[in-house]
């Protein structure tokens, strides 16, 4: 019921080393503050009280979009609409550009960052399934030095990541797909701007009428954005000859996906409805996938 | 440990001190005054507080001040130059961007941002763009064709040319009353301007000196009784100046119907659910309030709650309030006419039971209240309500002074849709805080608090029993509806009421019957919303209607046609209906939307519904009975069939060089555009343009009583008095202008701000008026209005739903429907309404745009939801959704031709009878798209695939 913010001090880093060391040196009573578009409102309802906040947003070089290679490296300090607007994400991860533009609304995604979606862990984080499929990973710092930690071991549970308590995203790599592979995120939510109900990313890479590889992530229907391997597995290899039996294969690997999905009920939908949608997703995600593969 | 930052806000250093902790919004409204950025929310949901930095838009309620430091920080404010509006700005107040204006400011800020990076947007760019900013009252249309259209009012035009115009809401088809120059007038809005620039004050901008905030703490419980309260740590705070709990308050209790007073201001001994008021802080600042709220420590004995309705009646169910027998609050039972009769003479009878949804009005502004107490013991109120007098009353009834000695303030008021309309706890607490205090004090409602107050829609649980004859004549009616009325009476027995007796009014029903049963349960109270009780009744007619038309091949608008109700008719329960353009309204949007070439030859996922409604122009009777005097010292009065004092008083003074008129009329701008259009008959019935009227509603000081913005009376109520007290005016002038012009004073006219003899000769209207002056002294006049007597019917509660006017309306709505998920997409709308003559055409589409957009979301998404202990689950704008501007459909809006000879210039109403056809065309929309009837709202993706799956099986 309380709205004013409780009191705390604004400790500003000028790098990512001051930052992290600050964390340390306040260790349980302090918080990054980058974009604030989830801090803050958890501050104001109480249900976080650090004493101190570490602004880490002026730190230099952290909102950098670069493409090295054959991968992106996408500054934590991105704000999403930097993401969604950026043209080197736009041309060679179109999926990760679509993917921000469903996030929340405009004032929100001019202040969220990439690193802030990902920090939070939040079931439901809209970047989670699209980097799960892309195969990205999360470059961090802290006492340890830096180290690199695979997408599909950063999230741990609801609000849980592998960071250290020291430690700071400063960058995600995300490998171009190969040049071949579609991929799409579809999210499910009664309104564009709502946290998604359901979260579905899908890489598929045919090879004639061969699926040769085939990603699928989904986020808000587990305690994590996670792979479906098991709905992968049942793909991978397969012929795809655009009949019957193919159009029974993709049913059964959205069946496989909806059991591997472990939603909870809650305000935005049920259990078991959300389990139907992750069918209907994965499925609309594989037929998309495919039909732009054949084009 | 302040630090001094110098912020730059449009282009200008603002040097200020900071604690650290500050939001930007804070610091831009609480520091240095500027205002104009509203705080709608306070958690990033709803826009309102939308700025710009370094040219991006963002909430920032989010950002810290701290942060905003070296950046260009660009607010409402600095947006027209040198007092002159910037073309979006002019394009917001002509095109009907602009209600309430809460949502402006914020909405004008994403558009700059959004026109700056692209001069001409499509209409996908443009939702994109204000997908974050909330508006409650437009419907987005108005707001669409601001932006879409502001390159007309850069100058260089580039807008409107390109593709994906905004598609049109009215064809021009309806042709005002040439006899008019005011009335009929599509002008923009009075306070338009000053909204668009952010200087309109709304209650929480005010700040007056020395002022205190205080704030209520809530019951974290939904039904207990209180133990002990301590509140010595709370006290002993710095900075706190007071705190009260139930022993500190009034005796007296307060409520709205006279018969159902429950509440106390703070609770005395139980508490009834959570948030119930149980002690209230004043404080140096809003920050030190909220920690004196912490440190009260309150002991409970909790009860069980008692949440559902059905289990509340159960008969062993402890009771809530004592006085409420078997936890009923209000219990109707009416018979009209014979209905075994009737549906012993059916052809086709039908039972079917439909549930409603519990729903909040969500005005953009939460509810603020301002109180001080002037030497003399006047008490001064700021607050942001509906209803001033009713608030005034409420005040003397419960602090036993006369009506005399209460002075209520209105400012600007950001919407209200019902939720306003009552006495809030702010508005009783806030004195005894600045008595105690001997300061003002200022409270101000959290989004969360405002929902925990309550008053929104009473979930309703209707039975239906509809009779027809072979041609589709309704021959019975029969209905039973609980409603879970919450924790208080509110406006709730007046709800029971509408809910059975308003059926009646659109179809001839000759037979009817109707019980109706409000519950209390331990839920925040609902009150009036937007319709008063008769949305969701008239949303399961509509449903039941249709079904049966389909079962029986009869065409779902012919059969409504068959039924329609006329001119001049006294229903089956005594209602008297006046004009009445329903078949009109039925041809027009079956034209319209191409119905017949549509209706059963949609593909599958798409469909297109029917549904019809209309409501009361202005309540037939007051809430309270008798006179207007100090309340608290009357005894029982006997209810009498007609009104004992003037619902609508005006006065219209004309400045001593005759160039203005003072308007004084205590009606109640709320957003709905009351002011100006009552500024428009004055100044019709004055002879003289609207721009030299001025209109004081805001001060109860200075306007006499007028009831206030409810059941849609102020249009025809208000301006029935405005009128008359502008042709007294008139009547006065007549003399003067008649030796002026040599001419007898029967023949002259005002017109066109001149005054005429037979012959043609005139002369200025303001020479008259100056010489009258000169003469006579002050150039007044006074109107005033009472509904006739007798309205209604002798039976008991016959006199909720009496009114001298009804409105008339019918939508037609075109959905798809993905049958995988059950997702929904309001596709187009279209309606027509007969809102008898309308006084400005544009405001009139503005309240169909903003009900069908309201209306549309209570179909489909918009419900409060409780956990099993009664704690609210979604008290916010992020759980509770309000369509944004990318959920709102296409609209057409058109009016009839109709003639009201009961309202000035033939007026009547459109607020709220423009709701009611809303929730059964969505529904029927939807079941023309799948195939099967959702009879529970709302209507979410989940019901529809519940549907389809029971469908199947």
New interface residues.
Partial sequence: ??????????LAADSVETACSMLRAHQGMAQF?A???DL??KM??RKLMPRY?I?V?GIPGLDQINCDGDRLRIGALNTI?AIQSSETVTREIPMLSRAA?VL?????R??GTLGGNLGNASPSAEFGPPLLVLEASVRCLGQGGERMIPMTEFFLGPGKSALHPDEMITEVHVPTPPNRAKCVYLK?S??????AMVGAAVLMLLDGDVCRDVRIALGAVAPTPFRARKAEAALRGSKLAGDRAESELLEEVARIGSEESSPIDD?R??AS?RK??VG?LVKQGLAQTIARARE | MANTRTLKINGRPYPVALQGGETLLDVLRDTLGLTGTKKGCNLGDCGACTVLVDGTPINSCLMLASEAEDKQISTIEGVAKDGELAPIQKAFVNEGGIQCGYCTPGMIMSSIALLNKNPEPSIEEIKDGLAGNLCRCTGYFGIMRAVRRCGNYRGDGTCAEKSGEVPATDDGSYVGDERYASVGASIPRLDAADKAMGRALYTGDISLPRMAHGKILGSPIAHGIIKRIDTSKAMALPGVLAVITGEDVPDECFGVSPARYDEHVLSKKKVLHVGDRVAAVAAIDEKTAEKALSLIEVEYMELPPILDPFEAIAKDAPLIHERYRGNINTFVDQAHGDVEKGFAESDFVKEETFVGNLTHQQPMEPHASIATWESDGTLVLYTSTQAPHYVQYMLAHVFHLPLGRIRVIRPTVGGGFGAKAGTSPLELCAPILSKITGRPVKMVYSREEMMLFGRGRHKQYMKYKLGLDRNGKIKAFESEIHLDGGAYASFGVATTYYAGNMMPTLYHIPNFKYKGIRVVTNKPACGAFRGHGVPQPRFAFECLLTMMADEMGIDPIEIRRRNSMDPNTRTVNDLDIQSCEFRATLDAVQKKSGWKEKYGKLPKGQGIGIGCGGFVSGAGYAIYRGQVQMSHEKGPEHFQKKSIFPHANAIVRVTEDGMAAILMIGVAEIGQGAETVMAQMCAEALGIPVSRMRVRAEDSDISPIDLGAYSSRVTLMGGHAVSRAGQAVVERMKPIAAAMLECDPSEVVARDARMYAANGRSVPWEEVARKYFNDNGPLVGTGWYKPRDGLGGDYKGATVGTSPAYSFGSSVCEASVDLETGKVKIEQFTDYHDCGVPINPMMARGQVEGAIVMGAGETIMEEILFDEKGRMMNPNLHGYLVMTIKDAPDIFSGLVESYEPEGPYGAKEIGEGTTLPVLGAVAHAIANATGVWVKELPITPERIRTALRAAKS
């Fill in positions: 019921m309380q709205l004013v913010l409780p009191d705390f001090d604004v503050l974009g604030g578009t803050l409102v104001k309802l906040l602004n947003k609409q533009g929340g609304t405009m004032p929100i001019n202040l499910h009664l309104r564009k701007m709502d946290v305000l939908g049920a409805y139907r949608i209907m």
